[in-house]
């Protein structure tokens, strides 16, 4: 078996049967097979999956899971690819799908022909629920090869769809810190990365829908579990990576505890959000007007303020009565 396809769903019953559909009419030549890992949809879903395995038993194998197993959607894809047969792995999100029917070929040619890559990936093209015009992910200019210092920043870096990758069986693992992150693709991709370079192949070759029950709606950045989950997900990938990159990554996991301050579990909560501005304020090491406007808006006590005012204006009110 040359290409294990995972395609992983949860509650996308309207999107599902065009995401097999896609991974269906992929002209190769090598077997491939297709499993649809399903986080225990309530929608229906799994009744959709097991009608095409019913049709297709040679191709396609539904994985339907009695319960959600969580973490959005991490634990689905992790048990869904233990069962992957190939020699390297395309994964799909239910809620998209592949427009070029030799999107597989294309990718085991480049993978054959770079025996030293842990993955590829090529462009996609992004569309959204509310109607908003749609554009292509990567840039003309898109860098042939990406190493681990491209996917590391001061800023969060994404630039891969889930539906773009192929990736070789048996390089991914787990440790404590993936197993608690609520993203899988960037530790995913930083991990792959670590055993070998990511090539590009250039092309346009699936849809990446943006609509309100993809795991990107559900990403909130005024909320602390997410923001916390996030600064978890970079201190572990600092550590994955031996801190190589730790100034960097630093500097990223301080804009998360920026967040924090204005995270909607804090708006009443001083001595937290103090505790966190100087957290950012030591991680970060923001320029002095930035570092100014936290002590004043988040650190100094709003009464302290007061005082300080009511005695910085005194001179003034005092001449003005006089006169």
């Given amino acids: ?16 049967g065009k995401a097999i559909d896609s991974a269906l009419a992929q002209q190769t030549d090598f077997d491939f097979e297709i499993l649809v890992g399903d986080d225990c949809s309530t929608d229906g879903a799994q009744e959709v999956i097991q009608a095409y395995e019913d049709k297709y038993p040679n191709k396609v194998k539904a994985v339907l899971h009695s319960k959600n197993l969580g973490q959005n959607g991490l634990f689905n894809t992790i048990e869904t690819l233990k069962l992957a047969k190939g020699r390297y792995i395309a994964p799909m999100d239910g809620d998209d799908y592949w427009t070029d029917a030799s999107k597989l070929q294309k990718q085991v040619d480049f993978m054959e022909a770079h025996p030293d890559f842990s993955a590829c990936f090529h462009n996609a093209l992004i569309t959204y629920e509310d109607g908003s015009s749609s554009h292509v992910l990567n840039p003309p200019d898109q860098k042939a090869v990406i190493t681990v210092e491209d996917l590391v920043g001061e800023d969060e870096i994404w630039f891969m769809a889930t539906s773009a990758v192929m990736f070789k069986n048996g390089l991914m693992h787990y440790p404590e810190w993936f ?36 795991a990107s709606f559900r990403d909130h950045y005024q909320d602390a579990r997410f923001l916390y989950n996030r600064i978890r997900m970079y201190e572990g990938i600092n550590k994955e990576l031996g801190r ?80």
């Fill in 1 to 16: 078996m040359k290409v294990s396809v995972a395609i992983l769903t949860y509650n996308q019953k309207n999107f599902i």
């Fill in 179 to 214: 197993l608690q992150s609520t993203s899988g693709d960037i530790p995913r991709y930083v991990i792959l990365a670590k055993q070998g370079p990511i090539g590009y192949v250039p092309g346009v070759m699936s849809v990446y829908r943006k609509n309100r029950g993809g």
């Fill in 244 to 323: 190589q990159y730790d100034a960097l990554l630093k500097r990223n996991i301080a804009r998360y505890y920026r967040m924090l301050l204005d995270a909607r579990q804090y708006q009443k909560r001083y001595f937290q959000r103090a505790g966190l501005a100087l957290k950012y304020l030591y991680l970060g090491k923001p320029d002095k007007e930035t570092t100014k406007e936290t002590i004043r808006d988040y650190i100094l006590p709003k009464w302290l303020l007061q005082v300080y005012s009511f005695f910085a204006l005194l001179p003034h009110r005092l001449k003005e009565s006089s006169r």
